[in-house]
Nanobody, 114 residues
Framework: QVQLVQSGGGLVQAGASLRLSCEASGVNISPYEMVWYRQTPGKERELVARITPSGGSTEYVDSVKGRFTILRDNAKNTVYLQMNSLKIEDTALYYC???????WGQGTQVTVSS
């Protein structure tokens, strides 16, 4: 049974940092590109960051460039999203995904207050 279990997130003030984790079980993430998405009510799901299988290449949505970093540890079967200098507009439900697969994390709420 494949599971992606997320941790981290919570309520923070603007300017703070958070780190999201997504640990996989039942599947080896090494061959997969990993992705973080986020969604807010009434808006389409947004791809926030992605990382290639080796971790050698990453890509970010413009709004988080320079503030967020996607990382992976294939030995731990885990992908991370380090979020610095958080803004109110980063408030959303964040999901991890093995890109192109039906496997998703359960979602983690990130709320940034002023």
């Amino acid at each position: 049974q494949v599971q992606l279990v997320q941790s981290g997130g919570g309520l923070v003030q603007a300017g703070a940092s958070l780190r999201l984790s997504c640990e996989a079980s039942g599947v080896n993430i090494s061959p997969y590109e990993m992705v973080w998405y986020r969604q807010t009510p009434g808006k389409e799901r947004e791809l926030v960051a992605r990382i290639t299988p080796s971790g050698g290449s990453t890509e970010y949505v413009d709004s988080v460039k320079g503030r967020f970093t996607i990382l992976r540890d294939n030995a731990k079967n885990t992908v991370y999203l380090q979020m610095n200098s958080l803004k109110i507009e980063d408030t959303a439900l964040y999901y991890c995904n093995l890109r192109g697969s039906p496997y998703w994390g359960q979602g983690t709420q990130v709320t940034v207050s002023s």
